[in-house]
């Protein structure tokens, strides 16, 4: 069976990063028509993910983390990861703009 691009990164992040909160989304279809778009999605990403892992690591790091980890599929047709990256410790920006 034919695992989908983000069954893969959500297992390879989850195996990788023991994540607490791990949210994959595939964004392909909001930018149809953009560069690296094509037939079928799978090429535009959202990472949400939290994970104790990322404890003491600044943004960079943990970006580099991700994309070291994920570049198979960055090689072959994911054209862009918009990375959410938290560790445990850190409040979740979006329940915070929720309760603000």
Same mark, same amino acid.
Do not use: G
């Given at each position: 069976m034919h695992?989908? #691009? $983000?069954q893969i /990164?959500?297992? $390879? *992040?989850?195996a990788a990063f023991s994540p607490s909160f791990l949210?994959? /989304?595939d964004e392909s279809d909001k930018h149809k028509g953009h560069g690296g778009w094509r037939e079928g999605g799978e #090429?535009?990403?959202?990472?949400q993910i939290a994970s104790a892992a990322f404890e003491g690591m600044n943004r960079v790091a943990r970006h580099r983390a991700l994309n070291d980890l994920l570049a198979d599929? *960055?090689?072959s047709g994911v054209h862009a990861l918009a990375l959410e990256i938290r560790s445990d410790s850190e409040p979740d920006p979006r329940a915070a703009r929720v309760a603000g």
């Open positions: 695992m989908s #691009t $983000k /990164i959500a297992d $390879k *992040l989850q949210n994959v /989304i #090429t535009h990403f959202r990472v599929e *960055l090689a």
